[in-house]
């Protein structure tokens, strides 16, 4: 989600603040490890946010995505969005930074995944090469609308948001920008099965979606509901001055437009710097 004109995710951090509770054993192996890949938990791991406060634990068997690596002599850990988990985890966790501490990229701890299927409605590996002068942002979240909003820091809307350990959440109307950990969707459910064609993909859940999004296809069964999401390989630019000087350019941001079932949604795409 928007957290400002950066986002943490494709940084190779140079050090995460703390390490986790987690200790790791001489005899335990690393892994290697680059930004963006996935990773799935070996055991429960419970650790702290990057300045060491509060509590969160994330169960063995999910699948997270790596936001930020530190490394030092063959040993490495990782850091991971809080937001990017689903709300049955972060739920009863209240505060800020949503950054995890460092935490040991063992063998005891994760193994590598791929992709998850009910991601491929956009890149989760891009990145943009150093001096191209744009930031890749793309982190799951669509928001109801055809472009990113000029007014970003008041804006509200519907938001749609499929997380890397499988679940599907929508938000009625969410901030653009959401400050400390995402408060409580209006729907939450688990992905129960995926499939794609062309450029549409279709998320089948149990739970119920609201008719918003998707729709009721059968009485019974672990596919009851579906959602279709819809990449239109359309982009759209908003473009930001400077404050005093109202014909430089600072930036524009660019959005990626889709359809969640018959409506306009878009995906904050990427950041482009003038040169």
Known sequence: MIKGKWIVAGLIAAGICGVSTLPAQASTQYLGVTTHK?????????TKNSVKKGTLTIPKGTVVQIQAISASNGKTWVGLDINQLSYNIRKSYKLSPTMTESIPATTKNFKHVSVPKYLGF???????PDGALRNYKADGNLYKGTKYPKNDTKAKMARVHVTPNGY??????SPFRVNGVDKKPTTSVKITKTSKSKSTLTLYTKGAVPKAIGSKVSKKGNYRYKVTIKRLNQFYGTMFYNAKSKNVLNSVEI???YKVGKTQYF??????YPG
């Open 38 to 46: 996935f990773l799935k938990t070996q055991r429960k791991i419970v």
């Open 122 to 128: 956009y890149a989760t590996q891009k990145t943009y």
């Open 168 to 173: 599907l959440e929508y938000y009625k109307s």
């Open 255 to 257: 959005a990626a437009g």
């Open 267 to 272: 995906l904050s795409e990427s950041t482009v």
